[in-house]
């Protein structure tokens, strides 16, 4: 019997295909797992901003707030209804397009009726919309989110009836026409 050392090309090349068939299983699992955590976070986040605008109005007796940098956090100093504080600067930055909060932008309407983008006393924001869309469809998530001063987040999970279009317009006009609650 003859010494061995080592294992032979056919034993390596059948370790190599196991391995590529266990990869091929689990990477889209990964995939899909990532897209339901954006999701879930996306969820979270529009639950964050709804707590914030009744925390801004009833700390600062002028509605909800202006625009979602409103809800954010002050440069320097203490909070004011200008930054108040009440979301994370992530999030308060997630409107632009290069900054994504886990895979999602977000849409901020205020009243246009109201104080629009500067709420006072006087003009309070009476109402106001977020919309949260993936920042890449299929790729980082499916479904969009909505909430508005009802606080009632509502979930799009085919994005078929998304009102990005018409901002401004609440998440449900009653008939669940826009976004069914979640």
Sequence with gaps: MKNQKGFSLIELLIVVAIILIIAAIAIPNLLRSRMAANEASAAGSARTIATANVTYSTTYNQGFAGSLADLGPPLGGSATSAFAD??????????????????YFFTYTPDPAGGGATPSPATPNQTYTVVG??????????????????????????????????????CDDGSGTYFPPM
Excluded: E
């Excluded at 600067?89 to 900054?99: G, K």
């Design 133 to 170: 869309v993936p920042a890449s469809p299929n790729v980082t998530g499916v479904s969009h989110f909505c909430v508005d001063q009802t606080n009632v987040v509502c979930k799009d999970p085919a994005a078929a009836n998304a009102i990005a279009s018409n901002p401004g317009v609440a």
């Design 86 to 103: 009440l979301i994370d600067s992530q999030l308060a930055a997630a409107t632009a397009i290069t900054t994504p909060k886990s895979g």
